[in-house]
Structure formats: C-alpha cells, structure tokens
C-alpha cells in the first residue's frame, strides 16, 4: 500500500462526518418500484454508524423512478411538467419508505429539498448549513434531494445540479464533511467501461483525475437514473480539491457501508489533496 493510499484509508476510518449519496439503481428495480431490501440494508447500515457516534446526511436520488413505479407508468415521462409532477409523487413516496425504515431502527429522518439556486445563494446556503447542523445535532438524519418538482434535473440548465452526484459534492462542502461515499450501480471506476468491456480494470485508488480517467467511464447506467460515472468522477474531483476524501462503490453489496469504513480496499477511493495543497491553488 502506499503513502498516498494509506493516507486516505486513514482518513476513511477516521472520518467523523460521512454524506452518503444513494442512486436510483440502488433503490429502486427497473421498473419503478422500490427495493426494499437494498433500502432496509442501508437504514440499517446508516443507523448503526450514527450509534457508533458518526454524523451522516444521506443525498437520495428516485423521486421520479419512484413515481413512475407509484403511478404504473411503462416509462419514464418526457414532458417537463409531466417530470415535475411524477418526482412530486414520487418524493412522498420515497420518504414515506424512508421513514418507516428508519423508525425501525429508532432513528427519525427529515426532509431537505434543495435547487441550485438556493445553494448558490450566500443567504440561502448559509439557513440550509445551519438547518442540517441543528438536524445533525439533535441525531436527526438529513434526506437530501434536488427538488426535482422547481427545478427538473433531467433537464439540465443554469438552475440545475444536473445530477444529484454533484448534489451530493456540494452537500458534503456544505456541512464540512470528511467523507463521501457515492453508492452506485457499478462496483468502482475502472479503466475502461466495464459494460462493454470484459477485460476493464479496477483502479483502486485515485490521487489526481485527468482528461483518461474521465474519458474512460461510461454513461448512466439505469433507464430511471441521470447521473453516469462520469459525473461521479467530476464530483469527487471537485471534493479532492476541497480536501474532502470519497469513495465510489456498488451500493447493493452486503455490508457495504461497514467494509468501506473499516478502510476495507472496495470500491474506488479518491484521496485528497492536503489542507497546504487547497491553500495553495
């Protein structure tokens, strides 16, 4: 193992503040409808890590995958406003679940829904930092999303996060985490696309990401998701320089939060640069 990567497996176990960004693919089936058991997994995962004295804000994606399963929709809308008013069912939907599982763990969740506008906004991102601090302290799990019913993410434009991977970068800036871990549909970055490409590689560790390693990830994996590997790799590049380190890994594997904590070698890590590396660009 080296330096570079012993740093940042010591900066994953110790890390006290964790956002964890789930993706549609995690949540739900193909076909809308929601996956309990990949759900109930990680409540019970987030959970535990609050008992053992961590901070967590979960960043969710699926209010329109959700909504297109609540409503037997054989496919995801086109029309805009059709978009707004699926993810508008769809959100009850997806928090309703949440809540229920969580209750079953004594934990109770709150709902935060955020637009671009709103973060880009010194005011307004300062009242969402001080919301999420008070939920925090009060052992309070933030469920974040993009309030897909102001502002349809499908769609991008300059009111827009685009995805909820570069939500979830933003989040974790917002609360000064430690840590992100993304939770994907695919297992880790590799070198090449791993769905066309039998022989793809797993790159392990990241210390820098260059024009390769973007131009080597695929696109969105699941019909209901918007986010590809591409925006996960920007997102953590994004946090690298913030000095926030992240993880990317399937979300569907069995204790899956529990091994990446323990600095378990899973997934792909990205390290970040040091505090006088930030300050000096």
Same mark, same amino acid.
Not at 71 to 86: N, T
Not at 116 to 137: F, H, Q, V, W, Y
Not at 158 to 173: H, P
């Given at each position: 193992? +080296?330096?570079?990567?012993?740093?940042?497996?010591? @900066?994953?176990?110790?890390?006290?503040?964790?956002?964890?960004?789930?993706?549609?693919?995690? /949540?739900?089936?193909?076909?809308?409808?929601?996956?309990?058991?990949?759900?109930? !997994?990680?409540?019970?995962?987030?959970?535990? *890590?609050?008992?053992?004295?961590?901070?967590?804000? @979960?960043?969710?994606? +699926?209010? &329109?995958? #959700?909504? %297109?399963?609540?409503?037997? @929709?054989?496919?995801?809308?086109?029309?805009?406003?059709?978009?707004?008013?699926?993810?508008?069912?769809?959100?009850?939907?997806?928090?309703?679940?949440?809540?229920?599982?969580?209750?079953?763990?004594?934990?109770?969740?709150?709902?935060?829904?955020?637009?671009?506008?709103?973060?880009?906004?010194?005011?307004?991102?300062?009242?969402?930092?001080? =919301?999420?601090?008070?939920?925090?302290?009060?052992?309070?799990?933030? /469920?974040?999303?993009?309030?897909?019913?102001?502002? =349809?993410?499908?769609?991008?434009?300059?009111? =827009?996060?685009?995805?909820?991977?570069?939500?979830?970068?933003? #989040?974790?800036? %917002?609360?000064?985490?430690?840590?992100?871990?993304? *939770?994907?549909?695919?297992?880790? %970055?590799?070198?090449?696309? $791993? !769905? %066309?490409? $039998?022989?793809?590689? !797993?790159?392990?560790?990241?210390?820098? #990401?260059?024009?390769?390693? /973007?131009? +080597?990830? +695929?696109?969105?994996?699941?019909?209901?998701?918007?986010?590809?590997?591409? =925006?996960? &790799?920007?997102?953590?590049?994004?946090?690298?320089?913030?000095?926030?380190?992240? #993880?990317?890994?399937?979300?569907?594997?069995?204790?899956? *939060?529990?091994?990446?904590?323990?600095?378990?070698? /899973?997934?792909?890590?990205?390290?970040? @640069?040091?505090?006088?590396?930030?300050?000096?660009?």
């Amino acid at each position: 193992m +080296g330096e570079e990567e012993r740093k940042g497996r010591h @900066l994953i176990t110790e890390a006290k503040r964790v956002v964890v960004k789930v993706g549609t693919s995690t /949540i739900t089936y193909e076909n809308g409808r929601m996956n309990m058991r990949n759900i109930d !997994r990680l409540a019970r995962a987030i959970a535990d *890590l609050m008992n053992s004295g961590r901070e967590v804000v @979960l960043v969710t994606s +699926g209010a &329109i995958g #959700v909504g %297109v399963g609540c409503l037997d @929709l054989p496919e995801r809308p086109s029309e805009m406003r059709d978009k707004q008013a699926v993810a508008a069912v769809g959100q009850c939907e997806l928090m309703n679940v949440y809540s229920r599982c969580f209750a079953e763990y004594s934990r109770v969740v709150a709902q935060i829904l955020l637009t671009k506008d709103g973060i880009d906004d010194p005011i307004t991102r300062e009242n969402i930092s001080n =919301t999420m601090e008070a939920l925090i302290e009060k052992g309070i799990l933030p /469920i974040v999303n993009e309030n897909d019913t102001v502002s =349809t993410a499908e769609i991008p434009h300059a009111g =827009t996060f685009g995805d909820n991977d570069t939500l979830s970068a933003l #989040v974790a800036r %917002v609360v000064d985490a430690d840590l992100l871990i993304i *939770l994907s549909d695919i297992d880790a %970055v590799y070198d090449s696309n $791993p !769905r %066309v490409n $039998p022989d793809a590689k !797993r790159i392990s560790v990241v210390t820098e #990401v260059d024009d390769a390693l /973007i131009s +080597g990830a +695929g696109g969105a994996g699941s019909s209901l998701g918007t986010g590809g590997m591409q =925006t996960k &790799i920007t997102a953590m590049n994004m946090l690298m320089h913030h000095g926030i380190a992240g #993880v990317i890994a399937e979300g569907s594997q069995s204790q899956i *939060l529990e091994d990446i904590l323990d600095g378990e070698d /899973i997934g792909t890590l990205f390290v970040p @640069l040091t505090k006088d590396q930030v300050l000096d660009e």
